[in-house]
């Protein structure tokens, strides 16, 4: 519970949040804190960068491949520096705006460096056979499977380091280097036991490169005006072979992700670079040639401090991304919802084109078995074990991924007036698997781990996917089905307000319980009540007053919930962004704005969200960064921006409306 001094007042309102300390942004042991790294994409591979310039996490070819680079999760697992000697703390570091091409500057004793780095993209380069490995419609940029890192002395004289050290498979597999240029400018790594057994990486450049058993090697001192490049590569694709070669495909990734932030439609708002940050990190997380969108760009960053609660979130589940896609329709960035529903198309079909059940998450590939399991010779990121790899979560009972994928769908077909004909039997699958199980218990959208119950959010949930898919056969000319549908709706909705609602008039986690859980929020943020209700009102601030600690939200209470853990968690970001809109719904506009402002300011200094704050010490917790986190921000942000306009225009009223479906906390996109 928290302390006396932090406390909610006597009227609900969260008192003041700690400061946070140099002591409790400090890294953890000899781990950088977890929002200090940078994320970067090209929609195919993903890594993140510490501040001290060193790539410490990288899975190539894909983002759920085994790690070359894991010092994250244990210092001696592979990493890569570009950076002036002897420093480690930079001047600056910032996103060229638009973009996802970080910038670094450095400043020592005689001079100034900044460091540009990206994964490359550039036009579409499988010109002469198909690509191997993209099932979706090619585009007109894609992925260079490079990592470039670009360097400038901008005044002075600088002495710059070079130090890669890659480690195959999870640091089980050494590497071992050669020279494959004519000089010092290229050598290549491979696996020392197999070099057949991993990937080859590749890494050229215009300093002279010194290869010192696991770790190439260049150091030289820079001069005002002096430029270097240094590009890794894991494909046949050709790396630059000057510095204005590298400048120009680093120019080209700056234009692709520029094209496409372009595309959507943001607020002119002093909130509008928190919009932008976390659209781009959603487009970041998307897997290119399937569609799929993963939850996270990591794995086994702990939820506790030193604890056990450290999951595999390299994949995609069906309800972050549907939800992801909630978040880029706010801001008019509609067309990853007809890869992502391709990627589900093919999951759901098997080989000889029948149909398969869904489930709760897929390899990014469309892999449907994700066999959990740990890697016990890796520390973990500050000691947190065990490390995991494959999430166990993939053959769970989880009843709500039917409503976030059928309100999604939705959201899609009704701005198109359209439902096609290649998705509509897939639809009708989903609702039947919501109405066949609706009844049963499951294990809720949190995966808890412990034993199956009849949460109330689920149910929720299964109301959605009647609610949508009923909608969804009228647009299709069903109206057969979508009266049958809309009465089955009404049987669950009568089922909920029968048993998930306490003495109180609350909602509850469980039916027949009398505990809280943030995901009851969902109540009125999917409309199955309207925002007016009493007993809406009353779980909103129930949980606003009862289910925080320093004002952020819990997902529920550790003591009160089986959950098959021990150990403690943060608040889940999310769950707090939803309390923004739902307190925007029930007309609480300040006390919205006074919860986002406290949120935003948590945000790590490039505006990136784990998927959990500590609300003791300010400190990001669990994986990063987080599609869950980053949707429910855009959804809560815009919410709030036009709830705000209407406010000051005399015209405000809840978001909430007896028209139309889907979820009131996005709006559509301007056209």
């Not at 400061?19 to 993903?46: R, W």
């Not at 003591?559 to 029930?586: H, K, R, Y």
């Not at 919205?592 to 406290?598: G, N, V």
């Amino acid at each position: 519970m928290p302390s006396p001094e932090h406390a909610p007042s006597a009227d609900g309102e969260p008192g003041t949040f700690p400061a946070v300390s140099p002591e409790n942004k400090s890294s953890q042991g000899n781990f950088p804190v977890i929002d200090d790294y940078a994320f970067l994409s090209d929609c195919e591979t993903t890594c993140l960068i510490a501040s001290n310039g060193s790539v410490e996490w990288m899975c190539v070819p894909r983002p759920d491949s085994p790690s070359v680079f894991g010092a994250i999760l244990d210092r001696s697992a592979g990493h890569f520096r570009l950076g002036p000697y002897g420093r480690t703390v930079p001047a600056a570091r910032r996103y060229l705006p638009g973009g996802m091409i970080l910038e670094t500057t450095w400043q020592t004793e005689a001079g100034w460096l900044i460091v540009r780095d990206a994964l490359v993209l550039g036009p579409w380069h499988s010109t002469e056979q198909r690509s191997r490995t993209h099932r979706r419609t090619p585009t007109d940029w894609d992925a260079g499977h490079m990592l470039l890192r670009t360097v400038k002395c901008v005044s002075g004289t600088v002495e710059l380091e070079l130090s890669c050290e890659p480690s195959f498979d999870y640091h089980r597999a050494s590497a071992t280097w050669e020279y494959t240029g004519k000089v010092y400018e290229e050598a290549s790594a491979v696996c020392a036991a197999d070099p057949t057994a991993g990937p080859t990486l590749v890494l050229t450049t215009d300093l002279r490169l010194g290869l010192e058993g696991r770790e190439a090697r260049a150091r030289t001192r820079m001069h005002e005006g002096d430029c270097a490049y240094v590009a890794l590569t894991w494909s046949e694709l050709p790396a630059p072979q000057t510095f204005a070669e590298a400048a120009e495909k680093m120019w080209t990734t700056v234009e692709c992700w520029r094209q496409w932030i372009t595309l959507g439609d943001f607020p002119d708002h002093p909130w509008r670079r928190y919009l932008q940050r976390s659209a781009l990190t959603l487009k970041g997380l998307t897997y290119a040639p399937t569609g799929a969108l993963m939850a996270a760009a990591t794995t086994s960053l702990p939820e506790s401090p030193g604890g056990e609660r450290n999951w595999d979130y390299r994949y995609s589940w069906v309800r972050d991304a549907s939800f992801a896609l909630w978040g880029l329709y706010t801001l008019g960035l509609d067309r990853e919802a007809d890869d992502f529903f391709a990627f589900l198309h093919d999951a759901t079909t098997g080989p000889d084109g029948e149909a398969v059940p869904l489930q709760v998450l897929y390899g990014i590939g469309g892999e449907r078995e994700l066999t959990e399991r740990t890697l016990d010779h890796l520390s973990g990121y500050g000691n947190a074990r065990p490390v995991r790899i494959g999430n166990g979560a993939y053959n769970q009972e989880q009843h709500d991924i039917w409503g976030t994928m059928l309100d999604a769908v939705y959201l899609h077909v009704k701005s198109r007036q359209h439902v096609p004909e290649t998705l509509w039997p897939m639809l009708e699958r989903q609702v039947g698997a919501a109405i066949d199980h609706w009844r049963e218990p499951d294990r809720s959208l949190w995966e808890v781990r412990g034993e199956p119950q009849h949460f109330t959010s689920s149910k929720v949930m299964c109301w959605v996917a009647l609610d949508r898919g009923a909608r969804i056969a009228e647009l299709h000319g069903q109206a057969h089905i979508a009266a049958e549908w809309h009465r089955i709706a009404e049987e669950i909705r009568a089922d909920v307000l029968a048993h998930g609602v306490d003495d109180r008039g609350r909602f509850t986690q469980v039916y027949g319980g009398t505990t809280l859980d943030a995901s009851l929020l969902l109540v009125v943020l999917t409309r199955f009540l309207p925002s007016d209700d009493r007993r809406v009102r009353a779980t909103v601030l129930g949980i606003a007053e009862e289910l925080t600690e320093n004002g952020l939200v819990l997902r529920y209470r550790n003591e009160t919930t089986d959950d098959g853990q021990v150990s403690p968690e943060g608040s889940f970001t999310i769950c707090s962004f939803w309390l923004v809109s739902a307190l925007v719904e029930i007309g609480e506009i300040g006390r919205a704005r006074r919860l986002c402002e406290r949120l935003l300011t948590h945000a790590s200094p490039l505006k990136l969200y784990a998927e959990e704050i500590d609300p003791s010490t300010g400190r990001h917790l669990g994986n990063f960064p987080q599609a869950f986190t980053h949707l429910a921000l855009i959804n809560a942000v815009t919410h709030l921006i036009r709830a705000e306009g209407s406010q000051e225009a005399g015209t405000f009223r809840p978001a909430h409306s007896k028209t139309g479906g889907g979820t009131p906390w996005r709006s559509r996109p301007r056209r």
